[in-house]
């Protein structure tokens, strides 16, 4: 009864059997019981769950939660290898530790994700819907849902408090694939503000600021509050060496910076930045020099922070924001370890 509620074997999962999706074998004893049983089926994308979700599973895949690509591709970006499988190192911090990120089907339909603090959500029910505080929390609190949640910062999203959910903006496709590999999260089609405010676009708006300011404001640059920035990661195995424990820094801050990458979805000027916990030396543990490449990439990354309000400190005047040099990206924010790139993202300065 702790693992399996009485009304769960009334469902449509229930009623499957637990040897159908767990294996095992149906025996007096614990032991036997369970000599082989699988404690995560979900594991396997072409497995139990695509029997009846196979249009779910095919799209899954590709998806950023499933093969989280763009971890994969950022760190070999700051390595300089065209792959993987070019360096043993590389591919081995990956697995120790990058690949925790990896999300199951079951990490958000029943159980937490193994990476928060794992266990069923609650008695092996299946939800349709995820629970948001259970699951999107588990792996992005640290940041986006704790940030929109209220849990990290000074106060949380004007539309969680409202009610909303990451489901009301992001399409099912952020979660569950579209069937096309992107190279990063960035690649796949990311909700906007102007898709529900699109009368508040610069030139249409009855706000002048908005018209003003054009498009060479981010909206968070004006809506967004202090979000959660890491510095120094460093990686260490454990007592076995089976697995790598990261560690690192972190400080509220509020940046304004030069966009990295201007693109037609984001063609910004200025966008709020946050500071990625990457170092030189993050990787040292494992082996000595493998991000050679890391001063031409920056660590301030664009950052669509989660905590919108309509009325913050930063647009409760124009002094309050043009006059306000501890707002902006400058160089003395950049640590001693950072990347000489960021020094492109400073905000020029009457």
């Given at each position: 009864?702790?693992?399996?509620?009485?009304?769960?074997?009334?469902?449509?999962?229930?009623?499957?059997?637990?040897?159908?999706?767990?294996?095992?074998?149906?025996?007096?004893?614990?032991?036997?019981?369970?000599?082989?049983?699988?404690?995560?089926?979900?594991?396997?994308?072409?497995?139990?769950?695509?029997?009846?979700?196979?249009?779910?599973?095919?799209?899954?895949?590709?998806?950023?939660?499933?093969?989280?690509?763009?971890?994969?591709?950022?760190?070999?970006?700051?390595?300089?290898?065209?792959?993987?499988?070019?360096?043993?190192?590389?591919?081995?911090?990956?697995?120790?530790?990058?690949?925790?990120?990896?999300?199951?089907?079951?990490?958000?339909?029943?159980?937490?994700?193994?990476?928060?603090?794992?266990?069923?959500?609650?008695?092996?029910?299946?939800?349709?819907?995820?629970?948001?505080?259970?699951?999107?929390?588990?792996?992005?609190?640290?940041?986006?849902?704790?940030?929109?949640?209220?849990?990290?910062?000074?106060?949380?999203?004007?539309?969680?408090?409202?009610?909303?959910?990451?489901?009301?903006?992001?399409?099912?496709?952020?979660?569950?694939?579209?069937?096309?590999?992107?190279?990063?999260?960035?690649?796949?089609?990311?909700?906007?503000c102007l898709d529900c405010h699109e009368d508040?676009?610069?030139?249409?708006?009855?706000?002048?600021?908005?018209?003003?300011?054009?498009?060479?404001?981010?909206?968070?640059?004006?809506?967004?509050?202090?979000?959660?920035?890491?510095?120094?990661?460093?990686?260490?195995?454990?007592?076995?060496?089976?697995?790598?424990?990261?560690?690192?820094?972190?400080?509220?801050?509020?940046?304004?910076?030069?966009?990295?990458?201007?693109?037609?979805?984001?063609?910004?000027?200025?966008?709020?930045?946050?500071?990625?916990?990457?170092?030189?030396?993050?990787?040292?543990?494992?082996?000595?020099?493998?991000?050679?490449?890391?001063?031409?990439?920056?660590?301030?990354?664009?950052?669509?922070?989660?905590?919108?309000?309509?009325?913050?400190?930063?647009?409760?005047?124009?002094?309050?924001?043009?006059?306000?040099?501890?707002?902006?990206?400058?160089?003395?924010?950049?640590?001693?370890?950072?990347?000489?790139?960021?020094?492109?993202?400073?905000?020029?300065?009457?």
């Amino acid at each position: 009864m702790y693992l399996v509620s009485k009304e769960f074997l009334d469902t449509a999962h229930g009623q499957l059997g637990c040897i159908n999706c767990h294996g095992g074998e149906n025996a007096q004893t614990q032991a036997e019981a369970h000599a082989t049983m699988n404690p995560y089926p979900s594991a396997d994308i072409d497995g139990i769950c695509s029997k009846c979700h196979g249009g779910v599973t095919e799209t899954f895949e590709f998806s950023i939660h499933n093969n989280i690509k763009g971890m994969e591709n950022g760190l070999m970006a700051f390595s300089g290898k065209d792959s993987m499988p070019d360096s043993p190192a590389h591919a081995e911090a990956f697995g120790m530790n990058c690949i925790n990120c990896h999300a199951t089907c079951g990490d958000c339909h029943v159980s937490r994700p193994k990476p928060y603090t794992g266990g069923l959500i609650s008695q092996h029910e299946f939800f349709k819907t995820p629970p948001m505080e259970e699951t999107c929390y588990g792996c992005h609190g640290a940041r986006n849902a704790g940030e929109f949640m209220g849990e990290v910062g000074f106060s949380g999203d004007v539309h969680f408090e409202k009610g909303m959910t990451c489901m009301d903006c992001h399409p099912i496709e952020n979660f569950h694939g579209d069937g096309q590999e992107y190279d990063s999260m960035w690649e796949q089609p990311l909700p906007s503000c102007l898709d529900c405010h699109e009368d508040e676009k610069p030139g249409n708006s009855e706000i002048q600021a908005h018209n003003v300011h054009g498009e060479d404001l981010s909206c968070q640059v004006c809506h967004a509050q202090a979000n959660n920035n890491c510095f120094e990661c460093h990686v260490d195995y454990n007592e076995d060496k089976t697995a790598l424990k990261s560690s690192s820094q972190t400080k509220l801050m509020f940046k304004i910076g030069l966009n990295p990458n201007p693109t037609p979805e984001r063609p910004y000027k200025y966008v709020t930045l946050r500071h990625i916990p990457t170092a030189k030396d993050t990787f040292d543990s494992v082996e000595e020099g493998m991000l050679p490449n890391f001063d031409n990439i920056n660590n301030w990354k664009y950052s669509p922070t989660h905590n919108i309000q309509k009325n913050t400190f930063q647009n409760e005047s124009c002094e309050s924001c043009h006059e306000n040099d501890k707002l902006f990206l400058n160089e003395k924010d950049l640590w001693e370890s950072d990347s000489e790139e960021n020094k492109r993202l400073i905000v020029p300065r009457p």
